[in-house]
C-alpha cells in the first residue's frame, strides 16, 4: 500500500487532535472511537464510508479549536473581528499574519478543499 499523502496525514493528525481513532469496520465502512471515552454525540455508533462524513461527524472540534482560536488570533494581529469565521476562504487568506499557526490553516484546507484526496484505507486502523 503507499504512503498517506499530505492530506490523509493531516486528515489523521486532526482526527487524534479531537482525541478519537479511526477504525476499519469493513470495506469501506469506517467507525471512530473517542479517546476521552465520551462517546461525544454517539459517535462510536456510527458507521462512515468516507471522510467527508467524518468531517462532518467532527465539525464541532473544527468550530471550537480550530476556526475560534484563529479568529482569536488575527484579531490579536488587527485583522479585526471576523462575524461570520465560518469563511474558510477568508480565513486562508489571513495564513501570513499567523505563521505559527501554519497546521491549522492546513487543516482548513484540507477540510474544505481536499476530502476528495483522502483514502481512510490508508490511515485507519
Same mark, same amino acid.
Given at each position: 500500500?503507499?504512503?498517506?499523502?499530505?492530506?490523509?496525514?493531516?486528515?489523521?493528525?486532526?482526527?487524534?487532535?479531537?482525541?478519537?481513532?479511526?477504525?476499519?469496520? $469493513?470495506?469501506?465502512?469506517?467507525?471512530?472511537?473517542?479517546?476521552? $471515552?465520551?462517546?461525544?454525540?454517539?459517535?462510536?455508533?456510527?458507521?462512515?464510508?468516507?471522510?467527508?462524513?467524518?468531517?462532518?461527524?467532527?465539525?464541532?472540534?473544527?468550530?471550537?479549536?480550530?476556526? $475560534?482560536?484563529?479568529?482569536?488570533?488575527?484579531?490579536?494581529v488587527n485583522i479585526?473581528?471576523?462575524?461570520?469565521?465560518?469563511?474558510?476562504?477568508?480565513?486562508?487568506?489571513?495564513?501570513?499574519f499567523l505563521p505559527?499557526?501554519?497546521?491549522?490553516?492546513?487543516?482548513?484546507?484540507?477540510?474544505y478543499n481536499h476530502?476528495?484526496?483522502?483514502?481512510?484505507?490508508?490511515?485507519?486502523?
Amino acid at each position: 500500500m503507499n504512503e498517506p499523502n499530505k492530506w490523509e496525514r493531516l486528515f489523521f493528525e486532526y482526527i487524534e487532535f479531537v482525541d478519537c481513532t479511526l477504525c476499519k469496520v $469493513s470495506d469501506c465502512q469506517y467507525g471512530l472511537k473517542d479517546n476521552m $471515552s465520551t462517546n461525544f454525540a454517539n459517535m462510536e455508533n456510527e458507521i462512515y464510508s468516507n471522510a467527508f462524513e467524518i468531517a462532518e461527524e467532527l465539525s464541532y472540534f473544527e468550530n471550537d479549536y480550530i476556526f $475560534s482560536d484563529l479568529c482569536e488570533d488575527l484579531e490579536k494581529v488587527n485583522i479585526g473581528y471576523l462575524h461570520d469565521f465560518k469563511q474558510p476562504q477568508l480565513i486562508l487568506s489571513y495564513r501570513h499574519f499567523l505563521p505559527n499557526q501554519s497546521w491549522k490553516f492546513d487543516i482548513i484546507d484540507m477540510l474544505y478543499n481536499h476530502l476528495d484526496d483522502i483514502n481512510l484505507n490508508k490511515i485507519a486502523a
